[in-house]
C-alpha cells in the first residue's frame, strides 16, 4: 500500500467500517478470525442508511475458496481458485472504466492518472519493458514520468536557494508531464485502461472460477460504489498476501478503490486485518530487516553520507504541488533516530553516526537467513516468539536448516517446534549437533506494554500476572545480552566497535529496561529543553531532537501515556463528537492520532466533503481551518490557494499512484499463476508465473522442488481456526478440547471420487513432504472450473506439529503434522513472502 498511497498500514480502522454501503472481502475470514473486529461489519449491514441504491443496509461480498461463519453473513460468496485475485479486481477495474463509472473529479486530480509515462514504457506476453531473464529481474527506473524540464528547472532553482541559505539538501525533484484531460496515449489513464481492457468477465471466470453471471452481480454493486454519495470498503487479509503476487494482488484492490475515489472517506479504504495483535505494530518499528523505524530504508552499499541516503532512499519530488511529507522530512527522521541511538556520539562532524548503522549488500529476510544456513554459511540464530519449524515453507528443508547451524537459540514462553527440532519424531538426536538455547520469556499476559491494532490504534495494557517460573521478559534477555557483549569489546577489543560502544542505554536498570521508559524513547525529545515532543513536525536534522520512530511522535508527550487513554463508550455524544466513531480520546493511532489516513481525499478540491452524511475532515471557511478527524494535511492550509499540496502527502506526486515504479514486479498489477499452479496462464500461457518471483532452491543450486499438476493434480491453500492462536494455544487444554486434532477438508464431489470418507485418515503430499491426518468431508469447499477443467481445492489448517497437548496424546507423537511441509520455498519479489495459499498436491487414503 505505500507504493500506492505513501503509508503501508490499515487505511481506515475496524470502528470505521460500519460507515460502509459496500464490504468487499478478499483473502480473508473475519468473522473467525477476527470475530470482534466482525461486529462492525454487522452493524452496517444492519443500518438501514447504508447499503447500494435506496439503502436498507450494507452488502457484504465474500471471494474466497471456502464457505465459512464470514460467508454465511455475507450477500454474495463467490468461490474463487487461490491466488487469482488480479483477474477479479482486473475485471472489476476494466467493468467501472468501460461503463464509464468512476468518480472522475477524484480520478483526475487525486491519482496519478494525468501523469505522463516516459516513452519505452511496454507490456507484451506477460512482461514488462526492461526485464533481464539473466537476472530474473526488472529495473524500475524505466517505469518513469516523462519530465516536465522547464517545471523541473523552476522547481531545482528553489531548492538551490534554499540550500545556499543554510537548508539541508532535500530529496531528488524531477517534475513531470501531466494531461489533466487524460487523453494523451501514454498518461497513467490509458495505459491502465489498455492493461486491463484484456480482463474481461469471461477472462477472469476462465482464470478464476467464478461464473460470469456472479461476476456481473458483483460488478452492478461495485459500479454504484463511484458515486459521491456511496462509499465502498476492501477488507484483506493474509490470504491476500502469502502469495508470489503478494503485493500485487493487494495493489489491485487499491487501485479499484482508487477509480471509484473511496480512498480517505470514512467506510471506504484498504483495509488488512493484521494476524496478531501486535503485527502492525512490530512492522511500525522495522522487524522487517530491510526498514529502519517509521519505514526509513535500511541504507544500502555506496551511501557514503546522509546526502547519499536521502537522495536514493526518499521520495522524488514529481509535482510542484506536491508536498512530498516524508521526502522532505526524511533526513530530519533519521537524524533524529541516529541522536536517539547514539547519544553525544552522534554529531554533525560525523553525519550524526550515519556510519555506525548497517548497509546490507543482499537481501536478509528469514527464509534467506534458512537459505544461508542450509549453504552452511550460518553458525546461529535467535529465534524470538518465532517458531521456525512451523512456519516454514518446507518445513522440511527449515530443518535441515536448523539442523546445520552450530547453536539456535529459542526465546519463547513455551517449547516450540523449533527449540524441540532436534528431538522430532523419527530424528536421531545424536546425528545433530545444533546446541540449542532454550530460553523462558514471559507471555504478553505477564507484561505490560502497548499492542497496536490493524487500525493503528496504540492501546497500552496492563499486566496481568507475574512473570511464572524462570521467565524473563525478552526486551531484558536482549538488553542483558548487548551489556556483556559491549563488556567483552571493552575487555577484548573487536572489530568496529564504535556503534557498541556508543549505543545509549538510558534505562533507570539498563539491564532491566521499563516499557514505559521504551515508550518515552519512541515518542522522542527535544534536547534543548528535554521535554517529550508532543508531534513529529517538531523533529530536526540539526542533532537538536530525538525519535525511536518518527510516526509515534507525539504518543506519549510530556502531558503523559496518551496510549492509556480510554474515552469511550461510555459517553458516545462527548467522545465521538462527529458520530462518524473516531473517538478521539480512545488510545492513540499513528500518525498524530489520525483515524482515517489521507482524509483530505474526503473532500472534493474546494473542501467540501464529497458526502456530507459521512465527512472525514472539512474546510471551514470561518475558521480558516480543517475541521473533523485529525487533517492528513496543514490544518490551515485553504484548498482554493494555488499553492495548496495534493492531498496523498506522502507521494512526491501529491497524489495517489495507480501506475508506481515502487515495486520490483511491475508498475501495473498484472495476473501471474502461482509457482505451482493447475493451468497454464490464460492471459499469456508463455510467462505463466511471475518472472521475477525468487527461487530459492534454484539460486543455490539446489535441486528442483516444484510439483507439477500431472502428479499433484489438487489445489492446496492454508489457514486458521478461530480456536487457536497459530502455535502456542497447543498447550492450552481448553483450545486443545475444542480442536483437538489436525484434519484437512475435503471437497464431496472429491472425496466421493476418492472413496474418502469423513474421519478417514488421509495422506497429503507435495513435491517437498506430506501431511497424515483425518480428513473432513465437506460443502464448505468445492471445484471451480478454469482453464477449460474442473479444479479441486483442499483447506488445511495449520495449527498442529510435533509439540504440544494434542502430539503428546498421538501415538505417532504428532509426525506428519507439520502443514508446511507441503509449501513451497520460494518468495515474492518485493518482500520474499512465501507462497502459502496456493501450491499443488495430491491426496490418497491411508
Given at each position: 500500500m505505500a507504493?500506492?498511497?505513501?503509508?503501508g498500514?490499515?487505511?481506515?480502522?475496524?470502528?470505521?467500517?460500519?460507515?460502509?454501503?459496500?464490504?468487499?472481502?478478499?483473502?480473508?475470514?473475519?468473522?473467525e478470525?477476527?470475530?470482534?473486529?466482525?461486529?462492525?461489519?454487522?452493524?452496517?449491514?444492519?443500518?438501514?442508511?447504508?447499503?447500494?441504491?435506496t439503502?436498507?443496509?450494507a452488502?457484504?461480498?465474500?471471494?474466497?475458496?471456502?464457505?465459512?461463519?464470514t460467508s454465511?453473513?455475507?450477500?454474495?460468496?463467490a468461490?474463487?481458485?487461490?491466488?487469482?485475485?488480479?483477474?477479479?479486481f482486473?475485471?472489476?477495474?476494466n467493468?467501472?472504466?468501460?461503463?464509464n463509472?468512476?468518480?472522475r473529479?477524484?480520478?483526475?486530480?487525486?491519482?496519478?492518472?494525468?501523469?505522463?509515462?516516459?516513452?519505452?514504457?511496454?507490456?507484451?506476453?506477460?512482461?514488462f519493458?526492461?526485464?533481464?531473464?539473466?537476472?530474473?529481474?526488472?529495473d524500475?527506473?524505466?517505469?518513469?514520468?516523462e519530465?516536465?524540464e522547464?517545471?523541473?528547472a523552476?522547481?531545482?532553482?528553489?531548492?538551490?536557494?534554499?540550500?545556499?541559505a543554510?537548508?539541508?539538501?532535500?530529496?531528488r525533484?524531477?517534475?513531470a508531464?501531466?494531461?489533466?484531460?487524460?487523453?494523451?496515449?501514454?498518461?497513467?489513464y490509458q495505459?491502465?485502461?489498455?492493461?486491463?481492457?484484456?480482463?474481461?468477465?469471461?477472462?477472469?471466470?476462465?482464470?478464476?472460477?467464478?461464473p460470469?453471471?456472479?461476476f456481473?452481480e458483483?460488478?452492478k454493486?461495485?459500479?454504484?460504489m463511484?458515486?459521491?454519495?456511496?462509499?465502498?470498503?476492501?477488507?484483506?487479509?493474509v490470504g491476500?498476501t502469502h502469495?508470489?503476487?503478494?503485493g500485487?494482488?493487494?495493489?489491485?484492490?487499491?487501485?479499484?478503490?482508487?477509480?471509484?475515489?473511496?480512498?480517505?472517506?470514512p467506510?471506504?479504504?484498504?483495509?488488512a486485518e493484521?494476524?496478531?495483535?501486535?503485527?502492525?505494530?512490530?512492522?511500525?518499528?522495522?522487524?522487517?530487516?530491510?526498514?529502519?523505524?517509521?519505514?526509513?530504508?535500511?541504507?544500502?552499499?555506496?551511501?557514503?553520507?546522509l546526502?547519499?541516503?536521502?537522495?536514493?532512499?526518499?521520495?522524488?519530488?514529481?509535482?510542484?504541488?506536491a508536498?512530498n511529507?516524508?521526502?522532505?522530512?526524511?533526513?530530519?527522521?533519521?537524524?533524529s533516530l541516529?541522536?536517539g541511538?547514539?547519544?553525544?556520539?552522534?554529531?554533525?562532524?560525523?553525519?550524526f553516526?550515519?556510519?555506525?548503522?548497517?548497509?546490507p549488500?543482499?537481501?536478509?529476510?528469514?527464509?534467506?537467513?534458512?537459505?544461508?544456513?542450509?549453504?552452511?554459511?550460518?553458525?546461529?540464530?535467535?529465534?524470538?516468539?518465532?517458531?521456525?519449524?512451523?512456519?516454514?515453507?518446507?518445513?522440511?528443508?527449515?530443518?535441515?536448516?536448523?539442523?546445520?547451524?552450530?547453536?539456535?537459540a529459542?526465546?519463547?514462553?513455551?517449547?516450540?517446534?523449533?527449540?524441540?527440532?532436534?528431538?522430532?519424531?523419527?530424528?536421531?538426536?545424536?546425528?545433530?549437533?545444533?546446541?540449542?538455547?532454550?530460553?523462558?520469556?514471559?507471555?504478553?499476559?505477564?507484561?505490560?506494554?502497548?499492542?497496536?491494532?490493524?487500525?493503528?490504534?496504540?492501546?497500552?495494557k496492563?499486566?496481568?500476572?507475574?512473570?511464572?517460573?524462570?521467565?524473563?521478559?525478552?526486551?531484558w534477555?536482549?538488553?542483558?545480552?548487548?551489556?556483556?557483549?559491549?563488556q567483552?569489546?571493552?575487555?577484548?577489543g573487536?572489530?568496529?566497535?564504535a556503534?557498541?560502544?556508543?549505543?545509549?542505554?538510558?534505562?533507570?536498570?539498563p539491564?532491566?529496561?521499563?516499557?514505559?521508559?521504551?515508550?518515552?524513547e519512541v515518542?522522542?525529545?527535544?534536547?534543548?529543553?528535554?521535554?517529550?515532543?508532543?508531534?513529529?513536525?517538531?523533529?530536526?536534522?540539526?542533532?537538536?531532537t530525538?525519535?525511536?520512530?518518527w510516526?509515534?511522535?507525539?504518543s506519549y508527550?510530556?502531558?503523559?501515556?496518551?496510549?492509556?487513554?480510554?474515552?469511550?463508550?461510555?459517553?458516545?455524544q462527548k467522545?465521538?463528537?462527529?458520530?462518524?466513531?473516531?473517538?478521539?480520546?480512545?488510545?492513540w493511532?499513528?500518525?498524530?492520532?489520525?483515524?482515517?489516513?489521507?482524509?483530505r481525499?474526503?473532500?472534493?478540491?474546494?473542501?467540501?466533503?464529497w458526502?456530507?452524511?459521512?465527512?472525514?475532515?472539512?474546510?471551514?471557511?470561518?475558521?480558516?481551518?480543517?475541521?473533523?478527524?485529525?487533517?492528513?494535511y496543514?490544518?490551515?492550509?485553504?484548498?482554493?490557494?494555488?499553492?495548496?499540496?495534493?492531498p496523498?502527502?506522502?507521494?512526491?506526486?501529491?497524489?495517489?499512484r495507480?501506475f508506481?515504479?515502487?515495486?520490483?514486479?511491475?508498475p501495473?498489477?498484472?495476473?501471474?499463476?502461482?509457482?505451482?499452479?493447475?493451468?497454464?496462464?490464460p492471459?499469456?500461457?508463455?510467462q505463466?508465473?511471475?518472472?521475477?518471483?525468487?527461487l530459492?532452491d534454484?539460486?543455490?543450486?539446489?535441486e528442483?522442488?516444484?510439483?507439477?499438476?500431472?502428479?499433484?493434480?489438487?489445489?492446496?491453500?492454508?489457514y486458521r481456526?478461530?480456536?487457536?492462536?497459530?502455535y502456542?494455544?497447543?498447550?492450552v487444554?481448553?483450545?486443545v478440547?475444542?480442536q483437538?486434532?489436525p484434519?484437512?477438508e475435503?471437497?464431496e464431489?472429491?472425496?466421493?471420487?476418492?472413496?474418502?470418507?469423513?474421519g478417514d485418515r488421509?495422506?497429503?503430499?507435495?513435491k517437498?513432504?506430506?501431511?497424515?491426518?483425518a480428513a473432513?468431508?465437506?460443502?464448505?469447499?468445492?471445484?471451480?472450473?478454469?482453464g477449460?477443467?474442473?479444479?479441486f481445492?483442499i483447506?488445511?489448517p495449520i495449527?498442529?506439529?510435533?509439540?504440544?497437548?494434542?502430539?503428546?496424546r498421538?501415538?505417532?507423537?504428532?509426525a506428519?503434522?507439520?502443514?508446511?511441509?507441503?509449501?513451497?520455498?520460494?518468495?515474492?519479489?518485493?518482500?520474499?513472502t512465501?507462497?502459502?495459499?496456493a501450491?499443488l498436491?495430491?491426496?490418497?487414503?491411508?
Amino acid at each position: 500500500m505505500a507504493a500506492t498511497f505513501g503509508r503501508g498500514a490499515m487505511t481506515n480502522h475496524w470502528r470505521d467500517i460500519k460507515n460502509a454501503d459496500l464490504i468487499l472481502i478478499n483473502g480473508a475470514n473475519p468473522a473467525e478470525a477476527h470475530p470482534v473486529g466482525f461486529q462492525w461489519f454487522v452493524r452496517a449491514k444492519l443500518d438501514p442508511k447504508r447499503g447500494p441504491g435506496t439503502g436498507g443496509g450494507a452488502k457484504i461480498v465474500h471471494v474466497d475458496p471456502r464457505f465459512t461463519r464470514t460467508s454465511a453473513l455475507a450477500d454474495i460468496h463467490a468461490r474463487i481458485r487461490v491466488g487469482t485475485d488480479v483477474a477479479y479486481f482486473g475485471a472489476l477495474i476494466n467493468y467501472v472504466v468501460q461503463h464509464n463509472l468512476i468518480h472522475r473529479e477524484y480520478v483526475q486530480h487525486y491519482t496519478n492518472a494525468s501523469f505522463i509515462v516516459k516513452d519505452g514504457y511496454a507490456f507484451h506476453d506477460g512482461l514488462f519493458n526492461s526485464y533481464d531473464a539473466s537476472k530474473r529481474a526488472y529495473d524500475p527506473t524505466t517505469w518513469a514520468y516523462e519530465t516536465d524540464e522547464a517545471a523541473t528547472a523552476a522547481a531545482k532553482q528553489v531548492e538551490a536557494q534554499a540550500v545556499a541559505a543554510g537548508q539541508a539538501p532535500g530529496p531528488r525533484i524531477n517534475i513531470a508531464r501531466r494531461d489533466m484531460a487524460l487523453q494523451h496515449p501514454r498518461c497513467v489513464y490509458q495505459l491502465l485502461k489498455q492493461h486491463y481492457a484484456r480482463y474481461t468477465p469471461e477472462m477472469q471466470a476462465t482464470i478464476t472460477g467464478i461464473p460470469t453471471e456472479q461476476f456481473l452481480e458483483i460488478a452492478k454493486l461495485v459500479g454504484e460504489m463511484g458515486r459521491p454519495d456511496k462509499v465502498m470498503t476492501i477488507v484483506y487479509a493474509v490470504g491476500l498476501t502469502h502469495h508470489t503476487t503478494g503485493g500485487q494482488l493487494i495493489r489491485s484492490g487499491a487501485l479499484l478503490q482508487l477509480l471509484l475515489g473511496n480512498i480517505g472517506r470514512p467506510g471506504g479504504g484498504m483495509n488488512a486485518e493484521r494476524g496478531h495483535a501486535n503485527i502492525q505494530g512490530n512492522t511500525d518499528h522495522a522487524i522487517s530487516w530491510d526498514i529502519l523505524p517509521g519505514y526509513l530504508r535500511i541504507p544500502a552499499p555506496g551511501q557514503k553520507n546522509l546526502t547519499d541516503y536521502v537522495t536514493q532512499s526518499a521520495p522524488a519530488k514529481t509535482d510542484a504541488n506536491a508536498w512530498n511529507y516524508f521526502g522532505t522530512n526524511y533526513r530530519k527522521f533519521m537524524v533524529s533516530l541516529l541522536k536517539g541511538w547514539f547519544g553525544d556520539a552522534a554529531t554533525a562532524a560525523n553525519e550524526f553516526a550515519f556510519d555506525f548503522i548497517p548497509k546490507p549488500g543482499s537481501n536478509s529476510s528469514w527464509m534467506s537467513i534458512y537459505d544461508q544456513a542450509l549453504k552452511g554459511k550460518m553458525q546461529g540464530v535467535i529465534l524470538s516468539g518465532m517458531t521456525a519449524t512451523s512456519i516454514g515453507p518446507d518445513s522440511n528443508q527449515v530443518l535441515q536448516a536448523l539442523g546445520n547451524l552450530k547453536w539456535l537459540a529459542v526465546m519463547d514462553a513455551l517449547p516450540t517446534t523449533s527449540s524441540e527440532f532436534w528431538r522430532r519424531p523419527d530424528a536421531d538426536p545424536k546425528t545433530i549437533q545444533t546446541e540449542v538455547f532454550m530460553i523462558p520469556t514471559t507471555h504478553w499476559i505477564e507484561k505490560d506494554g502497548s499492542f497496536v491494532n490493524s487500525g493503528r490504534w496504540s492501546q497500552w495494557k496492563d499486566q496481568v500476572l507475574p512473570p511464572q517460573g524462570e521467565a524473563r521478559h525478552d526486551h531484558w534477555i536482549l538488553a542483558e545480552l548487548f551489556q556483556r557483549v559491549r563488556q567483552l569489546y571493552q575487555q577484548k577489543g573487536g572489530k568496529f566497535p564504535a556503534p557498541i560502544m556508543a549505543l545509549t542505554m538510558n534505562y533507570k536498570d539498563p539491564r532491566k529496561p521499563e516499557l514505559d521508559g521504551l515508550a518515552q524513547e519512541v515518542n522522542g525529545s527535544d534536547l534543548t529543553t528535554r521535554q517529550r515532543l508532543d508531534s513529529f513536525a517538531k523533529l530536526k536534522d540539526d542533532g537538536t531532537t530525538t525519535a525511536g520512530d518518527w510516526i509515534y511522535t507525539g504518543s506519549y508527550p510530556e502531558s503523559g501515556n496518551l496510549m492509556k487513554r480510554r474515552a469511550g463508550t461510555q459517553d458516545v455524544q462527548k467522545n465521538d463528537p462527529t458520530g462518524m466513531g473516531f473517538f478521539p480520546g480512545w488510545a492513540w493511532s499513528w500518525p498524530l492520532n489520525r483515524r482515517v489516513m489521507y482524509n483530505r481525499a474526503s473532500a472534493d478540491v474546494n473542501g467540501r466533503p464529497w458526502d456530507r452524511s459521512r465527512p472525514g475532515i472539512a474546510w471551514d471557511e470561518a475558521q480558516q481551518k480543517w475541521v473533523g478527524d485529525v487533517p492528513d494535511y496543514p490544518p490551515t492550509m485553504d484548498p482554493k490557494s494555488p499553492k495548496a499540496w495534493g492531498p496523498f502527502i506522502m507521494t512526491g506526486e501529491g497524489t495517489a499512484r495507480l501506475f508506481s515504479n515502487s515495486m520490483i514486479d511491475g508498475p501495473l498489477p498484472e495476473h501471474y499463476e502461482p509457482i505451482e499452479a493447475p493451468i497454464p496462464n490464460p492471459l499469456h500461457p508463455n510467462q505463466s508465473a511471475s518472472p521475477v518471483a525468487f527461487l530459492y532452491d534454484k539460486a543455490a543450486g539446489r535441486e528442483n522442488r516444484f510439483g507439477t499438476v500431472a502428479d499433484y493434480p489438487y489445489v492446496a491453500t492454508s489457514y486458521r481456526l478461530t480456536e487457536h492462536e497459530h502455535y502456542v494455544t497447543q498447550h492450552v487444554p481448553l483450545l486443545v478440547g475444542l480442536q483437538p486434532q489436525p484434519f484437512v477438508e475435503v471437497p464431496e464431489e472429491l472425496a466421493s471420487q476418492k472413496g474418502i470418507k469423513s474421519g478417514d485418515r488421509v495422506r497429503v503430499s507435495s513435491k517437498r513432504g506430506k501431511l497424515e491426518v483425518a480428513a473432513i468431508v465437506t460443502k464448505r469447499l468445492g471445484g471451480v472450473d478454469v482453464g477449460g477443467k474442473r479444479v479441486f481445492q483442499i483447506g488445511i489448517p495449520i495449527h498442529w506439529g510435533f509439540v504440544g497437548l494434542a502430539a503428546e496424546r498421538d501415538p505417532g507423537k504428532g509426525a506428519n503434522w507439520l502443514a508446511n511441509a507441503l509449501t513451497p520455498f520460494v518468495g515474492d519479489a518485493n518482500a520474499r513472502t512465501p507462497e502459502f495459499k496456493a501450491f499443488l498436491v495430491n491426496i490418497e487414503k491411508v
